[in-house]
């Protein structure tokens, strides 16, 4: 058994957790609907006019048993999860950027698969999503059963990416680098695990300035814990080329917005305009600058 294999086994153990577990049996007792119609578009959305009541019942509550939903929409038979996240927004801000045609992808952090699903219709020749939540790969697994794609999902993590069996043409890591300890060593990982002339596709907290210096928040940022550092553009450029990439390109610059993230029924819990202080909507609540985006394409 190799590195890898020892890993994966391992991971695998996450869906057998007492909170996991009966999901996975649950989703095993998923209907069987024929006549299915996928639409891979802002809202992915299935479904056929040969669904019973009853079915569409169990998928409904099946749904509801798997919040907190971050990524998406979807609507699945008539029940719409109305995620936290507006996922087409991002999608839509990058895919004029790239052609997946034919390529090997990854994505890494990739939740539940909003974006991979989205990605099919430019026919990849293969997907990999890699992401360590038992519950995201629920999700996933959960909407793949009618969509049927040959997604993998790995229970991974880009700390594994250095000893992966795949190398890839188009890397997607979109909101993960701010969460990392060693912003660095993340991005020489994911150049690695590139094919030359690869693509990675980036997104990351910034911090306005020219600067080539990064905030380290004390605790919190936006009252998430794991917040390492969050750059200014020049402090980032410096990051990717002591990586190894060459070739950088910034391709948007965005405030997150209140119609972006927000609080729905299908997470149950604070978002964004808890995180935001109160009384100035350009600070967090720590009193840090409100949440901005950049998104970037390099190469190597």
Same mark, same amino acid.
């Given at each position: 058994m190799t590195p890898l294999d020892k890993i994966k086994k391992e991971r695998d153990k996450s869906l057998k957790y007492k909170n996991i577990l009966p999901l996975r049996e649950a989703l095993l007792k998923l209907p069987n609907i024929k006549n299915i119609k996928i639409e891979l578009d802002n809202i992915i959305k299935i479904s056929s006019l040969a669904v019973t009541k009853q079915q569409k019942e169990y998928i409904n509550s099946f749904a509801l048993s798997l919040k907190p939903w971050r990524k998406g929409p979807f609507e699945l038979f008539g029940t719409f999860i109305d995620s936290e996240w507006q996922s087409w927004m991002k999608y839509n801000l990058l895919e004029p950027h790239f052609n997946l045609k034919d390529k090997v992808v990854a994505d890494i952090g990739c939740n539940n698969g909003y974006y991979m699903f989205r990605m099919l219709k430019?026919?990849?020749?293969?997907?990999?999503?890699?992401?360590?939540?038992?519950? #995201?790969? $629920?999700? @996933?697994?959960?909407?793949?059963? *009618?969509?049927? +794609? /040959?997604?993998?999902?790995?229970?991974?993590?880009?700390?594994?990416?250095?000893?992966?069996?795949?190398? #890839?043409? $188009?890397? @997607?890591?979109?909101?993960?680098? *701010?969460?990392? +300890? /060693?912003?660095?060593?993340t991005l020489k990982s994911l150049k690695k695990a590139l094919n030359k002339n690869g693509e990675l596709f980036l997104d990351t907290f910034m911090i306005d300035g020219d600067k080539e210096v990064a905030l380290t928040p004390r605790a919190r940022y936006s009252k998430i814990p794991n917040i390492f550092f969050i750059p200014t553009i020049p402090a980032l450029k410096n990051w990717l080329f002591r990586a190894g990439f060459s070739d950088i390109e910034i391709l948007d610059i965005k405030k997150t917005e209140l119609q972006e993230q927000r609080k729905t029924d299908w997470i149950e819990s604070q978002s964004l305009e808890n995180f935001l202080d109160p009384k100035n909507s350009t600070l967090t609540i720590e009193g840090y600058p409100a949440p901005k985006r950049v998104y970037v394409k390099a190469t190597w």
């Open positions: 430019q026919q990849p020749k293969k997907i990999v999503g890699f992401d360590p939540s038992a519950l #995201f790969k $629920t999700q @996933f697994d959960f909407i793949n059963k *009618y969509i049927k +794609s /040959d997604i993998v999902y790995e229970l991974l993590g880009v700390e594994h990416l250095d000893i992966y069996d795949t190398k #890839f043409d $188009t890397i @997607f890591c979109l909101g993960v680098l *701010y969460h990392r +300890s /060693d912003p660095i060593l």
